[in-house]
């Protein structure tokens, strides 16, 4: 039994270890661009992207938010989830028009150089769209995703 339990605290040590990144691991450039873009920024935590590219997720103004940034401390993205009352007039008629019969399962705010947008995750019985909109009401990007009942063949 107490082999079992140093096998499983051992592969817990490993695991957290292998899916997050202390803030000590993040490059000093990365996280002074991170503070001064996210001033009131709490509960900071790091998660390397890939090679090139830092993920903040973070608290601010009591919403969840996270930030990308590259290895340089160059800000890409920033997104927040929203509430449905926070979404326009002008997008949810989008919604209304274009996906009738779906549901919002997620709403978020993107904010990138190129300006905010909305992003939404809606589903219709075993449907799954992910569809961007931009703050006008046109749809930028529709991705249809599996079907809940489909299985991964990878």
Known sequence: MKT?????????????NACGQTSKDVPANVKTAFSQRFPEASEVKWDKEDDEEWEAEFKMNGKKYSAN????????????????????????????????????????????????????????????????????GKIVKKEQLKKEDEKDND
């Open 4 to 16: 079992l339990f140093l096998v499983i605290a051992a592969a817990a040590i490993v695991y957290s």
């Open 69 to 136: 940034l590259d290895n340089t401390g160059a800000w890409m993205e920033t997104e927040y989830e929203i509430s449905s009352d926070e979404i326009s007039e002008v997008v949810k008629t989008t919604i209304e028009k274009e996906f009738a019969g779906y549901k919002i399962e997620e709403s978020i705010i993107s904010e990138t150089a190129d300006g905010k947008a909305y992003e939404f995750e809606l589903k219709k019985e075993r449907d799954k769209i992910e569809t961007t909109i931009d703050m006008n």
